[in-house]
């Protein structure tokens, strides 16, 4: 089985449950040795128009492992799974990849989904983004005072990504 290249606007669902009940495996780096990608799990971002662009939004903490990787490439993945793989992007979410290989310990296989760019073979889609805006979330911003209760001084950076590619699992 492999994947078909679709538009990003042609893709099947709604967006708020594919990203918010579904979650996302975000990944940066790439194929090469154990330590030169990371990913982690989300169930925060979003997809949209801007800048004249479908764009991917990911939001990432700066104590987060996959940070490094996301500062450190030009290219991001947001990959999406079946709920047979839910346990693997738990673990994906609990276990950083400083201590453990995540796609040896899921059985996650990682793929090259564009130059420089990581996925997974197991996924049904796939965005693979260009960062093209990072900015740190600043709590001076936030109007709605709940907003707060998410944060203990570990406030996200929002990672706006270009979609250059959208890949669809093939039937």
């Known amino acids: 089985m492999g994947f078909t290249e679709i538009s990003s606007r042609a893709i099947p669902g709604n967006v708020f449950d594919l ?43 700066p104590t987060r492992h996959s940070f490094l990787f996301m500062e450190k490439e030009e290219l991001f993945t947001l990959s999406f799974f079946g709920d047979a793989w839910r346990g693997a992007l738990e673990y994906c979410g609990r276990f950083s990849g400083r201590d453990h290989d995540k796609a040896a310990e899921t059985g996650l296989k990682a793929i090259e989904a564009a130059p420089g760019a990581v996925a997974f073979e197991q996924a049904e889609l796939i965005f693979v983004c ?5 900015q740190d979330l600043d709590p001076k911003g936030f109007l709605d005072p709940a907003i707060h209760e998410h944060y203990d001084d570990d406030h996200h950076r929002l990672y706006i990504g270009q979609i250059l590619k959208t890949l669809a699992r093939e039937a």
């Open 130 to 134: 260009r960062k093209i805006h990072a």
């Open 19 to 61: 990203i918010q009940k579904r979650w996302m495996l975000i990944s940066a780096g790439r194929m090469g040795g154990p330590g030169d990608w990371n990913t982690m799990t989300a169930n925060w971002g979003g997809l949209g128009h801007l800048w004249n662009r479908d764009v991917a939004f990911a939001f990432v903490r």
